[in-house]
């Protein structure tokens, strides 16, 4: 049997995605219309053996209860979340709940960010992994950026040479994708390392007493990291090794990476399930233009146009006359006629006026590929902020419950 693990963190981490994370836990911010974390969940259910997935986080539970047992009997599979009285680091979190994880006695278990973005070859990672006959197989991508985990590794086995975490220098093009399988032996090793925490913690708060240690921050006992602590150390001892997807891969810490992944999960959806894309045609539907995914509660006018990459929440009315691109608009929002929105996100219950623009400057875009990288790169508004009429608002960020009568430009509204 397999079980797949999920790390959903909790209130205190994901505080990039502000405001968009305010009232709605991060991994449960909609991308190309389901929630961020039902991306790997679904991908979970091609894992051959699949017996049990559980979510491990520190956000409150009511907030993931309604959600997981929706899943569980859709999947078919027991979906639980597991809630942590505080953060244990990526891999403490998984070793706090070892006893549980271990119920079915798995052989396997995958380790899966939630805050990822890809296509989750999961099937294959584990066939990898059972020929490699390691302890560990990582998911890794060439990349050449300096904010993830930076690898090296055999060209010929496969194995993990050398690990750091997010190096100052460059070390090497290859990252970290935040997917691992493990066999039940990584609890061992965390269980070693947190021995290891203990030792250091009595050791400083011996020293401590006796008057000869500065008072510092006594580490925390119980808070294992998987990169820094597991990793790095284990590279090039015939443990780890690492299994290279050709496919996209994004990370998704900001607002703006999630309207670019929401893109990358629609064209998916082309691929795999395409009857989860809007099909307009201008008489009874709206005119739709590449991936859209528009919820079925929405009402849309005929004359509106929409797409490519727009996804439309639950309850949204977008009236005559709309032109959406390159867009997610949230729960219970009201476009109202000739708006228009592109690149950009309009938060829950907001709402805008007849003839408002809500985007991104042109010259932040080229040919029709977002700026995702910078901060004011795409609009933001957050929950029941209202537009007036005819009012434009550019490359900028909205606290949530706004008001805007003037037109603003590169301003973060508080
Ligand atoms: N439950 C729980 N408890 N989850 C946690 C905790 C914790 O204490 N700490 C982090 N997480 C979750 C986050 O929500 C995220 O899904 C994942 O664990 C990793 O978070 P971080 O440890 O903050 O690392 P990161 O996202 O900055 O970078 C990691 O992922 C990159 C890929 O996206 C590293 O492993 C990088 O090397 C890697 O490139």
Redesign the pocket.
Known sequence: KVVAVI????PT??TRFRPLSFNTPKPLFPLAGQPMVHHPISACKSIPNLAQIFL???HEEREFALYVSSLSSELKIPVRYLK?DK????A??LYYFRDLIMEDNPSHIFLL????CCSFPLPEMLDAHRRYGGMGTLLVSAESASE??ELVADPITNELLHYT??PETFVSDL????VYVFTPEIFNVIQDIHTHHEDRANLHTLSRSEALWSPTKTPAKDFV???QDILSPLAGKKQLYTYQTMDFWE?IKTPAMSLKCSALYLAQFRLNSPNLLARGDGTKNPTVVGDVYIHPSAKVHRTAKIGPNVSISANVRVAAGVRLMSCIILDDAEIQENAFVMYAIVGWKSSLGKWARVQASSDSFTCGEGDYKTKLGITILGEAVTVEDEVVVVNSIVLPNKILNISVQEEIIL
């Open positions: 790390m959903v963190g909790g981490k994901g491990i986080g520190f942590e953060p244990h680091g990526s403490g979190g960010n939630c805050d990822v993830f985990g975490e997010k990252i970290n994708c935040g990291r998987l990169d990370q």
